[in-house]
């Protein structure tokens, strides 16, 4: 069977055959019944997904459909070949099945497809000697998509394949949750400002990085597009010139230009450090204790399972739009972002709308807003006001009086 051929049988339009094309395989397995559909494995796992699940009982409906259609088990197995291979191949367009599934068997498939990764995460982390229970916070994290894909459809239990790349981090070692947060391994992003510390008083300054396009209001303009300003950041004779960023509201001071000592200043990070990606996943419980908690564990747990040590954590987010801070007065996202050094991130468009509603398409103005975040969306799209995304970073410097406005008395 050819690419295009098994597209047809799927009712799937031709254009669906060149993507499925780079991971095709005629080989016998492609046949064979991915382990999430076999029976049993929902129950191991439904536990551990961290929310009610009251679709178990139409699982094993589902697993025998897919045992008796290899059209069904090919597709599984293509999707987990991609997610493989390359998760960034444009998994979020490829069709539900919608020609041999109902549409609530369509969600549920897509959800058992992803959990199907959960024994390859977990056999990833026993290589790495961690105990079990980390494993579960994958699981915990589809358990959050459960509610993101019945947002868009109708009521309907499922996982959005727009989403499934996120389990390949986690195979490869490099994303772990610690608590409250997950935490991606990486080095610091290109976003990133230039960070300086004095050495006498222990105050944190931001500068934007030389070339960042910024708008008359301070923030960035989308990549490739022109702002109102140019930022410079020179450094000569002992002497640190640029834009300063102001903690609070993450918008560049543009109209100014700071001057540091390097004498007293000195640039907090290098090239080489480790500046995990903090990942907020969903569930609430977002409370000051929970997130200094996370942070201070994923210290340690970096410091004694990578030998590395942390000096800052970063993350760039539609949860960190400066709109919340004055949206949602109060509230556990507000006040997580008051002890954080916000920083102005590339616009991006409609950021959040996905997490929220499940979906970014049509006009937002017509989104339900039957919830106090959903309200805080629709002032802001009332108001004519782009979704933001915003960045942030914390020096882990500052851990000890996180809770206190960290940034706020600089």
């Known amino acids: 069977m050819t690419p295009m051929e098994f597209a047809r049988r799927m009712g799937f339009s031709p254009a669906t055959a060149e993507a499925f094309s780079r991971f095709w395989s005629d080989a016998p397995e492609m046949e064979t019944l991915p382990v999430s559909f076999q029976p049993g494995f929902f129950d191991r796992y439904a536990g551990k997904l961290g929310v009610p699940a009251p679709f178990a009982p139409e699982i094993p409906a589902l697993n025998a459909r897919v045992a008796a259609e290899p059209l069904l088990r090919i597709y599984a197995n293509l999707i987990l070949r991609?997610?493989?291979?390359?998760?960034?191949?444009?998994?979020?367009?490829?069709?539900?099945?919608?020609?041999?599934?109902?549409?609530?068997?369509?969600?549920?498939?897509?959800?058992?497809?992803?959990?199907?990764?959960?024994?390859?995460?977990?056999?990833?982390?026993?290589?790495?000697?961690?105990?079990?229970?980390?494993?579960?916070?994958?699981?915990?994290?589809?358990?959050?998509?459960?509610?993101?894909?019945?947002?868009?459809?109708?009521?309907?239990?499922?996982?959005?394949?727009?989403?499934?790349?996120?389990?390949?981090?986690?195979?490869?070692?490099?994303?772990?949750?610690?608590?409250?947060?997950?935490?991606?391994?990486?080095?610091?992003?290109?976003?990133?400002?230039?960070?300086?510390?004095?050495?006498?008083?222990?105050?944190?300054?931001?500068?934007?990085?030389?070339?960042?396009?910024?708008?008359?209001?301070?923030?960035?303009?989308?990549?490739?597009?022109?702002?109102?300003?140019?930022?410079?950041?020179?450094?000569?004779?002992?002497?640190?010139?640029?834009?300063?960023?102001?903690?609070?509201?993450?918008?560049?001071?543009?109209?100014?230009?700071?001057?540091?000592?390097?004498?007293?200043?000195?640039?907090?990070?290098?090239?080489?450090?480790?500046?995990?990606?903090?990942h907020i996943p969903g569930g609430g419980g977002m409370t000051p204790e929970l997130t200094k908690a996370s942070l201070e564990q994923a210290v340690e747990f970096f410091r004694t399972r990578f030998r590395k040590e942390i000096r800052a954590f970063c993350c760039e987010s539609w949860i960190l739009n400066p709109d919340w801070l004055t949206e949602l007065p109060g509230s556990h996202l507000a006040r997580f972002m008051e002890e954080l050094y916000l920083t102005p991130v590339p616009e991006s468009d409609r950021a959040g709308l996905f997490f929220v509603y499940g979906r970014d398409d049509g006009d937002p103005a017509d989104y339900p807003a039957d919830n106090s975040l959903r309200r805080a969306f629709r002032r802001l799209i009332d108001a004519g006001r782009p979704l933001r995304a915003g960045g942030m970073f914390l020096l882990t410097a500052d851990l000890e009086r996180f809770g206190s406005g960290t940034y706020r008395a600089g």
């Open 82 to 278: 991609a997610v493989s291979e390359d998760p960034h191949a444009g998994l979020g367009t490829w069709p539900a099945p919608a020609h041999l599934l109902t549409p609530r068997q369509c969600g549920l498939f897509q959800l058992l497809t992803a959990m199907a990764m959960l024994p390859r995460i977990e056999q990833a982390y026993r290589k790495l000697g961690l105990p079990p229970e980390y494993a579960d916070g994958p699981a915990r994290w589809i358990g959050g998509t459960i509610a993101i894909y019945a947002a868009a459809h109708a009521g309907n239990p499922g996982h959005d394949l727009r989403q499934i790349h996120w389990l390949k981090y986690y195979q490869e070692k490099r994303l772990f949750r610690v608590g409250r947060f997950e935490f991606m391994i990486q080095t610091a992003p290109d976003w990133l400002p230039a960070i300086y510390r004095s050495r006498k008083t222990g105050q944190t300054i931001a500068f934007c990085r030389e070339g960042w396009q910024l708008t008359r209001e301070g923030f960035r303009p989308r990549p490739g597009a022109a702002g109102e300003c140019t930022a410079r950041l020179d450094e000569l004779a002992n002497r640190v010139t640029g834009i300063p960023i102001h903690p609070a509201t993450g918008r560049a001071e543009t109209g100014r230009y700071e001057t540091i000592d390097t004498e007293e200043y000195f640039p907090v990070l290098s090239a080489h450090d480790w500046v995990p990606g903090i």
